[in-house]
């Protein structure tokens, strides 16, 4: 069951900014980037304000990577503006990147070195001389202090995550950005980073703009979000705006196909019936109020009803254009 | 910020074993030339002096430190070359390989500030692997062949007297620098074309031996460029070790090496800060 993509933003979810919003920490507007005739991020607009922990899904290839790293000053834009902590990202670079902290795509690190001595070496980059006991605090904070020592070379991918996570949180900048930050890590792992993002905003009052392509992963721990596709925002707004006032997908087992065909057809939830598949399972769209009201309906007319689950029509939504 | 990043970035050079190969093959082979001088040492110039000997009357020997230093300074700058390229190929492209750009670009220094860094780390290098080098082969040489005249046949022969040496000897050197900064360069610059650490190595090295063929051709044009070749002048030291010295194309050896540096560096900075972090 897919929604058609244009009718889905306009009745639900219809793309909004707050342009002059004072707080607003990023403001990306008509960021276009082409590599050659490929446009992987086109006319895209966001705007993520102080305190945001911020998501920025989209299935991969969507442009999430390539707008991180135009954020971050790795690629330039073919046109469009960037601006961070009020001022544009090209004419304060190096005064907008230091107070950022990031980890962009795989957690790459000077493999040859210790991760207190890659540590060490970036925060020199970023005008910090860090003590040993600064450093050892910050590989605490990922669970990485007894591999002080140890060459990253000999570090799994998830640890070299976590070092990522410690060298963005290095300089105590305002403003986090993750990439995909979980990627790697086991469950242990993610719910160790998640728990870490919600403290680094509640404790810290930081601001994360964290991407993912993982739904359920935004919507533990994000207050708003974008989702992206093809390079363009197709929805953007809070998560539980987004998540709490769609439709959902309620798909009833029934032990009786004809006769349920013949009475949701006459009654009040003809116009919802999305259809019948060859599993006696019916999908219906409905409000999170109305699946008790449909439920009482179809066993007041006698079908049974085996099972029933549903899928939200964000996620519906997301799994179709993540699939496409 | 400069020097904050030209010190990380010699930690880093310091902290891959690429970086001691060159180090350590000077350090093996210099000892293997002045073991082999000092075991046959008097055979083999005996054997090349053949010819003069049979219209020259010799007294005394012409093996001694200055010498040796001077065929292991001939013999080496042919092979310095290649370990020098070792870790100047390896200084934008290593980083392009290891995934690390994105680490230090997405920094607050600019781009410029990383380059040049990069750059002066690789040309310190060089320094330090010349010096290294002029350190074993004079300073050994003398402490195991003692001093005298050197004794240098080319097209001509030239014996320069014994405190006419060590100052052409610092010039020669110097002058080493500059050849291999040179070759550093070039592969900089390429190291900053390609994203794999081979490429550089490959390239600089090819330069060399094309423009070397180049360089032995007389024909047409080629005769009247040829001086542009950074490769005619990589020899240029041993200008210092004729008895006038010849200033004029000294200069002309620096002109054109230096362009050679200047462009390379240009070219590189110019890649790099327009460069799309894509690795």
């Given amino acids: 069951m897919i929604f058609h993509q244009q009718n889905y933003n306009i009745s639900l979810f219809p793309l909004e900014h707050s342009y002059m919003d004072q707080n607003s920490i990023i403001e990306i507007r008509s960021l276009c980037k082409s590599f050659g005739q490929f446009k992987a991020v086109y006319n895209l607009d966001l705007t993520v304000n102080q305190g945001d922990i911020y998501g920025f899904l989209g299935p991969n290839g969507a442009g999430k990577s390539t707008t991180i790293r135009m954020l971050m000053s790795l690629i330039s834009p073919t046109s469009g503006s960037i601006s961070v902590f009020g001022r544009p990202l090209m004419s304060h670079r190096n005064e907008i990147l230091s107070g950022i902290g990031a980890i962009v795509e795989k957690p790459d690190f000077y493999l040859y070195l210790t991760a207190e001595e890659n540590l060490r070496i970036l925060g020199k980059m970023n005008s910090i001389d860090l003590s040993s006991k600064q450093i050892h605090r910050s590989l605490d904070q990922v669970g990485l202090l007894d591999r002080a020592k140890s060459k990253v070379k000999t570090f799994s991918y998830g640890m070299k995550q976590r070092l990522g996570i410690a060298q963005a949180l290095l300089h105590d900048p305002e403003l986090i950005v993750l990439d995909e930050p979980t990627n790697g890590l086991d469950p242990v792992g993610v719910k160790e980073i998640r728990e870490l993002i919600l403290r680094l905003r509640s404790e810290q009052q930081k601001t994360i703009f964290l991407s993912s392509h993982i739904l359920p992963e935004v919507e533990l721990i994000a207050n708003r979000m974008v989702i992206i596709n093809k390079g363009t925002a197709v929805i953007e707004g809070s998560v539980s705006e987004l998540l709490n006032s769609g439709m959902l997908t309620v798909n009833f087992s029934i032990d009786d196909m004809e006769k349920a065909k013949t009475i949701l057809r006459e009654s009040q939830f003809a116009s919802s019936v999305l259809g019948f598949s060859a599993d006696s399972n019916v999908h219906i769209k409905l409000s999170k109020e109305r699946i008790a009201d449909c439920t009482t309906f179809l066993v007041d007319h006698g079908i049974g009803i085996d099972g029933i689950s549903s899928t939200r029509s964000l996620e519906e939504y997301f799994l179709s254009i993540t699939r496409s | ?279």
């Fill in chain 2, 1 to 279: 910020m400069f020097f904050t990043v030209l010190s990380i970035e010699l930690s880093k050079i310091f902290s891959k074993g690429r970086s001691y190969i060159g180090f350590g093959a000077i350090t093996i082979l210099v000892p293997i030339v002045q073991a082999a001088m000092y075991s046959e040492g008097e055979a083999y110039f005996g054997l090349f002096t053949q010819g003069l000997q049979q219209q020259f009357s010799f007294t005394g020997t012409f093996l001694n430190g200055y010498l040796i230093a001077f065929v292991v300074l001939q013999s080496l700058l042919v092979h310095v070359p290649l370990l020098v390229t070792l870790v100047a190929g390896d200084m934008l492209a290593g980083e392009a390989t290891g995934g690390t750009y994105r680490l230090l670009f997405s920094r607050p220094v600019s781009r410029h500030t990383i380059v040049l860094a990069k750059y002066s780390a690789a040309l310190l290098y060089t320094i330090g692997l010349i010096a290294w080098m002029s350190l074993l082969s004079m300073g050994l040489s003398l402490l195991l062949f003692g001093s005298g005249e050197l004794f240098i046949v080319s097209s001509s022969i030239t014996v320069l007297q014994k405190e006419d040496i060590l100052w052409r000897f610092g010039y020669a050197y110097l002058f080493g620098i500059l050849s291999m900064s040179t070759v550093a360069s070039i592969a900089f610059m390429f190291s900053a074309l390609v994203e794999n650490s081979i490429g550089p190595i490959a390239m600089t090295m090819a330069i060399i031996i094309v423009f070397t063929i180049i360089s032995a051709l007389d024909a047409g044009f080629i005769k009247d460029v040829k001086y542009l070749l950074f490769t005619n002048h990589l020899i240029s030291w041993r200008l210092f070790f004729e008895e006038t010295v010849p200033v004029d194309r000294i200069l002309l050896s620096t002109w054109v090496l230096g362009g050679h540096s200047i462009a390379s560096l240009l070219i590189a900075l110019f890649v790099i800060v327009k460069k799309d972090i894509l690795s």
